[in-house]
């Protein structure tokens, strides 16, 4: 158990990161997810644009590593383009 103040104050601030990564790395998820479970190129492109722009969010915050984010954002452009464009209707 924490004795210093400062270290009580750590744990707090330790918490309050804890789930607010969680909340991020959750939200990471679900918009990659969304992108996978695309069945053509028009209804994923607005989904890759808002997911590569959070990676690039959670890389600056620390949430993930730069690498993790560059192998996500390969792996989707990739999963993207092998998609067949949208039926002309």
Do not use: C, W
Request: proline share 1%; net charge positive; charged share 30%.
């Amino acid at each position: 158990m924490a004795n210093h103040q400062s270290a009580i104050k750590r744990n707090r601030q330790a918490k309050r990161r804890t789930l607010r990564n969680r909340e991020y790395r959750s939200e990471m998820r679900t918009t990659i997810k969304k992108i996978l479970a695309a069945t053509d190129r028009q209804t994923a492109a607005k989904d890759l644009h808002a997911t590569v722009s959070l990676l690039d969010k959670l890389v600056t915050h620390g949430v993930i590593h730069r690498n993790k984010a560059a192998n996500q954002k390969s792996r989707l452009a990739k999963f993207y383009n092998g998609l067949p464009a949208a039926a002309a209707a």
